[in-house]
């Protein structure tokens, strides 16, 4: 009863001053993205991913958690529709999988992977001095709905990535779109659009979702 007396005196008032409006919203920068989206350390959030291969007949759901339990250490843990977890940690990547040995390999072998390691890292730090080093900066939006896409500036990063673009309501970053240099692109779904993806596996309806649509149906 409070919400309908509330919503009631809302509309009131909007009828009664049709003078009064509503502010415009303010548009976004990156400084403003890039405090929101800072994680302080312990940090964890669920994330939703969609993998096409023009091996499987359609789209493989993956869903599981992102860690940093330090500002130096990147985990990804896979829950389904398999068990992986992926550590990344002093210039070195470390894979488990169920039922097989650990495999190990150096940030060195794939530089690309490094780069990304940084740049994610300066990201969720709030860094964009060093976010720069790698990337030229694009926003776009307002503060209510915003994109922040990364292109990056170096050769060795640009003949694996062609940009990876972030998008936010409010505080909250929702998703990242990955566009590699070849092939689809890839979105994974974090926080609220993670939680709003249910067990939905259309590619169209996750792209809603996505792009800030509504819950999928």
Not at 122 to 151: F, K, N, P, S
Request: net charge positive; proline share 6%; hydrophobic share 40%.
């Amino acid at each position: 009863m409070k919400a309908l007396s509330l919503a009631a005196t809302l509309l009131a008032l909007a009828t009664a001053v049709p003078t009064l409006r509503a502010a415009p919203p303010e548009r976004v920068d990156s400084d403003w993205i890039l405090a929101k989206v800072v994680q302080p350390v312990p940090a964890r959030t669920a994330f939703v991913e969609l993998r096409g291969s023009r091996l499987l007949k359609r789209p493989l759901r993956l869903q599981g958690e992102y860690r940093r339990p330090d500002a130096d250490t990147l985990v990804r843990e896979v829950t389904t529709p398999y068990a992986e977890t992926t550590t990344i940690r002093a210039g070195e990547a470390q894979i488990e999988r169920q039922g097989k040995p650990p495999r190990r390999f150096s940030l060195a072998r794939a530089p690309e992977l490094a780069g990304l390691q940084a740049s994610f890292g300066a990201l969720l730090g709030g860094d964009r001095r060093l976010l720069e080093q790698h990337y030229r900066l694009d926003t776009q939006g307002t503060r209510q709905r915003w994109t922040l896409t990364l292109t990056p500036k170096e050769a060795v990063l640009q003949q694996a990535l062609q940009s990876i673009t972030l998008y936010g309501r409010g505080a909250e970053l929702r998703c990242i779109e990955t566009q590699p240099a070849r092939g689809d692109a890839q979105r994974t779904l974090l926080a609220g659009a993670a939680r709003a993806a249910g067990n939905v596996t259309a590619p169209g309806a996750l792209a809603t979702l996505c792009y800030g649509g509504a819950k999928a149906q």
